[in-house]
């Protein structure tokens, strides 16, 4: 009864190369979100989805390409990873507005990205 | 834009006293802020919603306070306990709607010794 799950939860890669993120929630929710937390903790938004429509896109490198293929699902592709990509990167989703708790956000546990 | 500062990176207390945390921001004030716990290894967990309108808001051995006018939110955990060890992270909406505007501090690192 996984409420956001994402995998891979370890992907450790060589520079250059392209790899993808799945990430899908059960929780009948209509925002999916992809956050990066770095070396420091940070926990900074990259992109969101709201009914299969980017509404957020963060100044995240034209590498990174979120992709929708329908409102439980929102999967992360990276082309040419670099050094600097190397983070943890968490999938959410929440409720859009007018919900009684509008907002509060539901994560994943996480996907440690290694580049070597 | 957007600063959120949370006081420390870590705070060490007595097991039973209280740990308080400390989220301040600046520029604009938000429609409302959250807390949130991230134990190691796995994603945040929500805890608690206070709005622009609300003083303060309970949850069992929790409390936040917001005060628009000093910019600042206190996040209290009472009569703590070791398993309340973790990183606690405060979040920041600006305006209506969804998460779309949601800013996070960069955490404090609470350890409850024994």
């Known amino acids: 009864d996984t409420a956001v799950s994402q995998t891979p939860k370890y992907l450790v890669t060589q520079m250059g190369n392209d790899k993808s993120i799945k990430c899908e929630q059960n929780?009948?929710?209509?925002?999916m979100y992809w956050y990066k937390q770095d070396s420091k903790k940070f926990l900074k938004i990259m992109f969101s989805?709201?009914?299969?429509?980017?509404?957020i896109n963060e100044t995240v490198p034209n590498r990174f390409s979120p992709k929708s293929p329908d409102k439980a699902h929102l999967n992360l592709h990276i082309n040419s990873l670099e050094l600097g990509d190397s983070a943890v990167y968490f999938c959410?989703?929440?409720?859009?507005?007018?919900?009684?708790?509008?907002?509060?956000?539901?994560f994943g546990e996480g996907s440690r990205l290694t580049v070597l | 834009s957007q600063k959120i500062e949370q006081n420390s990176e870590a705070l060490n207390i007595q097991e039973g006293k209280t740990a308080t945390l400390t989220c301040n921001y600046t520029?604009?004030?938000?429609?409302?802020l959250q807390w949130y716990r991230q134990d190691p290894g796995r994603g945040p967990v929500f805890l608690l919603l206070?709005?622009?309108?609300?003083k303060e808001k309970r949850k069992e051995r929790l409390k936040v306070t917001f005060d628009t006018t000093l910019k600042q939110s206190l996040f209290h955990i009472t009569a703590s306990q070791p398993a309340d060890s973790a990183t606690y992270l405060c979040?920041?909406?600006?305006?209506?709607?969804?998460?779309?505007?949601?800013?996070f501090g960069t955490g404090t690192r609470l350890t409850v010794i024994p």
């Open positions: 959410a989703s929440s409720l859009s507005s007018g919900r009684a708790v509008a907002g509060e956000l539901f």
């Open positions: 929780l009948g929710h209509d925002t």
């Open positions: 989805y709201n009914n299969k429509e980017l509404i």
């Open positions: 520029n604009y004030s938000p429609a409302y």
């Open positions: 206070i709005r622009e309108n609300e």
């Open positions: 979040a920041l909406r600006r305006g209506r709607g969804g998460a779309n505007n949601l800013f």
